[in-house]
């Protein structure tokens, strides 16, 4: 594991660093060809998307702008509490403009949900969503992703921008949390 100190309290690693990033190659290919002469306003949802937003950004080719929304999270839980807030608004109009939603992982899709709700409201000329995880359940599957990175098992994971607590964000990888970790609420 490459630094065990970010690493403590993982239990396996799911999708090493070498997959993700070529697998955001892939999606940004697509993005770049989708997209072609437009551009779209990418908007990343704090704090978890931060890192895929970043990298995925990066490795499209065609011109994007960004901005930001902040909604409620969990917490210290690991279970959605369904209760969604938005704690920071976009900065930009997105009346008449092409909005992709980037979003860490897709589980309840509540959170998903209620942010394309609110977007849809205010008049893009499209609404599309990339995510890079979306977990193998029944109620993930009712919302609207675009594009997925990996669908994965239905497990609580961390790492690659997404938190236990508020930590773990800054590995390079995703992985599954061991379930030590949680009950001993480091
Ligand atoms: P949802 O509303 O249940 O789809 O969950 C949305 C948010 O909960 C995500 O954007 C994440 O920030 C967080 N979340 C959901 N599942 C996990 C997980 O397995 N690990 C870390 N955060 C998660």
């Given amino acids: 594991m490459m630094n065990e100190a970010r690493a403590r309290g993982v239990a396996r690693i799911l999708i090493d660093e070498a997959a993700i990033q070529a697998r955001i190659r892939e999606l940004a290919s697509e993005l770049d060809d989708l997209y072609g002469t437009d551009t779209p306003l990418m908007v990343g949802v704090l704090n978890g998307a931060v890192a895929f937003m970043t990298d995925l950004m990066r490795a499209m080719t065609i011109p994007v702008k960004i901005d930001f929304m902040a909604v409620s999270s969990y917490g210290a839980s690991t279970q959605s509490s369904g209760v969604v807030r938005i704690l920071k608004d976009l900065n930009e109009e997105i009346e008449g403009r092409r909005v992709l939603v980037v979003e860490d992982i897709v589980d309840s899709g509540l959170t998903l949900q209620y942010l394309l709700d609110v977007l849809e409201r205010r008049n893009p000329i499209d609404l599309r969503v990339v995510a890079l995880l979306k977990k193998e359940k029944v109620a993930a599957a009712e919302v609207r992703v675009d594009q997925v990175g990996f669908a994965i098992p239905d497990e609580f994971v961390v790492?690659?921008?997404?938190?236990?607590?508020?930590?773990?964000?800054n590995l390079p990888y995703v992985a599954v949390l061991d379930p030590r970790t949680i009950e001993e609420g480091q």
Avoid: N, P, S
């Avoid at 790492?159 to 964000?169: E, P, Q, T």
């Fill in 159 to 169: 790492g690659y921008g997404l938190d236990y607590a508020g930590r773990y964000r």
